[in-house]
């Protein structure tokens, strides 16, 4: 590794002295002179037509200064995905228990609580449809009639089908014929939540010049921004984004939630107005993830070759089309190279929550039917699932999915690392086994811009629009000082606001260390550049003798010839140039693949159906480590939330309501510290073509592999599999009781037969 | 809700003397962020399951979202925001929980570390010598959902490791 100053560290967090003393400021910790408080009015029902509500004794009520309904809002459909499908408060229908349809400012949150609870609203109900199975299915009632004058709509099925993606290579069918052995095999993953801690919160202010001012909980603002000025129908330059400190958002904080509830009052009212979810609403109005249904079938030879895959695989989007969809193709196949393929991945309306994103929506549903079916066929291949797996992964220079060539990257050795540390393969003793999965994911890309200037005592600070959600600023900061030649200390880091940094994508995706911070490096190149320049002229040297480092710019044959940071700033000052000001801008970025390996060991109770995860072990090709304890801390936290997958969490939703029933922390289990084994985290560094100092992105990919690796431990320790999440108790009793709990899977037939 | 009046809550927090007006139904949470301008403490569900409005009441650490504000009267509330003054490392300083979790990456998004941390004092109080698993127990009430948890309970231990030292 080239010799780095900050860079490769393990340096605390920029804001860490500021969250363990309580001084980061949250959306909710926003209080605002003359400040109202909101409440929601949202639907009781799954689909029905609102036939009468009527908020004049809210209105009355002492306390209370304005309602807003759905006819408050202009006109306008809008879209998380890629429909325009949604009002942002019903007008005249709802869609699902959950859909807002009055919002209340008051005084105070109790009063506002009353308010809501003297709306009057009468309901027309429709038929619904909850099952995604049912919904699918021709003639089922639709959610949305109007589906075929969405903006967006284009390629689908109709009925409740309203997005349908599709790759295919290869001949397929003379593959399967030609093909020694068949699997087929169906999964499904259940509806989950991504259970950040800071539950959504905003608040609105109308400025004296008549711009809105939001402060938000959010990933991205200027997507808030965007989205905002949309449903508002008033112009992007009319409002500011304020991006606060957020408290975890894995996805669900990417796009517009209820800003516009609290805007709206703020407008109506002229005062400032605060909107802070309760707990229930984070699991019943904010957007989870909801079931993937998977239907796999893979042609094998004798030899473990794998030559033909179809996927068939049915994303319940809920009531409005959002993330998931796409990793039913992008992701069908995982880390292997397989030559004839057919995918099809349909999103498809019920008249439940709608989904949200949760770290690379859909690629952990994906990761567990194929890592599983995997396993599977090695088993009954009777070949060792580490070696078929070995066998079949693809090579530097094959072709993605997405027809993307794949660079140099460290797959193989993932597998190779995480098999030394637990010497597989191995043979645990009674109730026990192992199990391992692999996962892949490509780092995040889109616009990117960052800015750096040279403050007049040789510090610089560095401004950028993206969220801090995973240590992101430290490393961006990292990678400004190590291109610069400074000290951590010496970058100061501002993001967050609409009107001052300049626009960036939202945090999401694994893009910001990948995506911005190229971006970051390139504006400190320029500013080095500058510098650089500057004192060449005043030194009188040719440029290329010089050198920036350690807060001076020196001839490198001569370091006693030099100017320092501070002199060049306050040089700069006066210069024909004038101040030192780094720019960067980009758009997209090349394909860096990220490849990980997961294990588990596991103890299965057999009296009672316990799985308890007794060690994890992962690899992954992380680049370049910016900053390896914060790298660690991402694979730790990301395994975690993938065991919580595996193990517990499920959002439990009534059958025939749509209605969520476990909205609360003590019955949606996430994993406690007394659940968890400790995480061994392997780092592999082979370093991509493209990203910062050779960095990969980091933080989706653990989260893919431990259902399936635990799936694949309880097969080995127990000789059952489980094609259903999550492994609770009762389920993998039930399965060694010889009853699997998969009771219903999908038409494949009838699928095929309606694309024709 | 003209009927609830706000009435005056007198309470020793963060080892002075604070007065406010608060509704008879506050819970300490909610005065001690809306009534003392407190922040610190988190709401992350007002039911008792998170953890992330851990403060320290006469020591020991409690949830308070589930405390009547009133009723805290004749107790000694610390918050997050009265641990670095409260330092032995002296005023203005980091607690050396504080500093551990610093040091020891036992926090990212922040939303439930001022709870993790008051979990963690309120242990050390208690136990100086804690061994792993009375450190994964004494946080047994706090969701973390970013970091897993193995740099919290590390940032714990070298907390405890620090604060013998300087004890001894």
Known sequence: MPDFKTLGQSLPRVDATQKVTGRATYAADVYLPQMLMCKLLTSTVGHARVVKLDTSRALALPGVRAVITGHDFPDVLFGSGALRDRRIMARDEVFYIGDPVAAVAADDEVTAQEAIELIQVEYELLESVIDPLDAIEEGSPAVHRDMPNFEGYGFAMGGNNCTLLDADRGDVDQAFRDADHIFEENYRSQPINQGFLEPMACAANVEPDGRLTVWASTQGPFQVRAQLASVLDIPISRIKVNAMELGGGFGAKLRLAFEAFPAMLAMKTGRSVKLVNTREEAFTLNGPRLETNI??????????????????????????????????????????????????????????????????????????AVESHMDSMAHRLDLDPMEFRLKNVMSEGDTSVSGARLPANGLRETVEAVKQRLGLPKKLGENRGVGIAMGEWRSGSGPS????????????????????????????????????????????????????????????????????????????????????SLAAQRLGVPADALACRDGKVYVQDNPAQSMTLSQLARASLTSQQGPIIGLASLSSMPYAPVFNTQAAEVLVDTETGQVKVTRFVQAQDVGVAINPMSVVGQLEGGAVQGIGRALSEEMQIDPETGRVMNPSLATYLMPLAVDMPEIETILINVPSESGPFGARAVAEPPGFGPPAAIANAIYDAVGVRINELPFTAERVLAAIQGKNSLDRTMDVDSLKRREG | MAATMKT???????????????????????????EFQLTG??????????????????????????????????????????????????????????????????????????????????????????????????????????????????????????MRSKAG
Do not use: W
């Not at chain 1, 992701?331 to 439940?352: D, E, F």
């Not at chain 1, 990678?479 to 940094?501: F, K, N, P, W, Y």
């Not at chain 2, 998004?109 to 004092?121: K, N």
């Open chain 2, 41 to 162: 403490s988190k709401k992350g569900c007002d039911e008792g399951d998170c953890g992330a409005c851990t403060v320290l009441m006469d020591g020991r650490a409690v949830t308070s979202c589930l405390v009547l504000a009133h009723s805290a009267k004749d107790s000694e509330i610390t918050t997050v925001e009265g641990l670095a003054g409260v330092s032995p490392a002296g005023p203005g300083e980091l607690h050396p929980v504080q500093q551990a979790f610093v040091e020891h990456g036992g926090l990212q998004c922040g939303f439930c570390t001022p709870g993790l941390i008051m979990s963690a004092v309120g242990l050390l109080n208690q136990n100086p010598n804690p061994d792993a698993e009375d450190a994964v127990y004494a946080i047994g009430g706090n969701l973390c959902r970013c970091t897993g948890y193995n740099k919290v309970i590390e940032a714990i231990l070298a907390a405890a490791e620090t």
């Open chain 1, 449 to 532: 811009t960052a800015s750096i200037n040279v403050n007049e005592d040789g510090t610089v600070s560095l401004l950028t629009g993206s969220v801090d959600i995973s240590g992101s600023d430290t490393s961006l900061a990292q990678i400004a000082a190590e291109t610069l030649g400074l000290d951590l200390g010496q970058v100061i880091v501002s993001t967050r606001d609409t009107d001052m940094t300049p626009f960036t994508g939202p945090s999401g995706g694994s893009r910001i260390v990948y995506s911005q911070g190229k971006a970051v490096q390139q504006a400190a190149e320029d500013a080095r550049d500058k510098l650089v």
């Open chain 2, 8 to 34: 005056p809550l007198v309470l020793n927090l963060n080892g002075e003397s604070r007065t406010a007006l608060v509704q008879p139904y506050y819970s300490l949470l909610d005065a001690l962020r809306d």
């Open chain 1, 295 to 368: 239907h796999l079938k893979t042609g094998v030879m004798n030899d473990g070759t794998i030559v033909a895959r179809e996927s068939h695989s049915v994303f319940d989007v809920g009531a409005y089309l959002g993330a998931g969809p796409n990793s039913g193709v992008a992701h069908a196949l995982g880390p292997y190279s397989i030559p004839n393929i057919r995918l099809r991945s349909y999103g498809v309306y019920t008249n439940k929550i709608y989904v949200g994103s949760y770290r690379a929506s859909g690629v952990a549903d994906m990761t567990f």
